[in-house]
């Protein structure tokens, strides 16, 4: 059965640092393209942070360039999200998400999902 599951999600303060993780199962995750996306509440879901297949491409929204860092563990198959620097904006529920060929922002393009794991900011 293909699965993905996120953790690492939590409270944190404003300027403190999380890391997520991407677990797959069922499924070799280093064959696919990954991104990171958040949703908060009222919000649409929105891509953060995505590593292509063969993790020489990676794109970051304007919003949290120089803060996250996505990353991957082929021999864990696992992938990281690094969130350093917390602002009170971020808080989100973080989904990862799987796709077959090509990195993009664009929730449509993505076949498997994660369950998702909370983000909360705040002193």
């Known amino acids: 059965q293909v699965q993905l599951v996120e953790s690492g999600g939590g409270l944190v303060q404003p300027g403190g640092s999380l890391r997520l993780s991407c677990t797959a199962s069922?499924?070799?995750?280093?064959?696919?393209?990954i991104g990171w996306f958040r949703q908060a509440p009222g919000k649409e879901r929105e891509g953060v942070a995505c590593i292509s297949s063969n993790d020489v491409n990676t794109d970051y929204a304007d919003s949290v360039k120089g803060r996250l860092t996505i990353s991957r563990d082929n021999s864990r198959n696992t992938v990281y999200l690094q969130m350093n620097s917390l602002k009170p904006e971020d808080p989100a529920v973080y989904y990862c998400?799987?796709?077959?060929?090509?990195?993009?922002?664009?929730?449509?393009?993505?076949?498997?999902w994660g369950q998702g794991t909370q983000v909360t900011v705040s002193s």
């Open positions: 069922g499924f070799t995750l280093a064959y696919y393209a």
């Open positions: 998400a799987a796709a077959f060929h090509i990195a993009t922002m664009d929730p449509g393009h993505y076949a498997y």
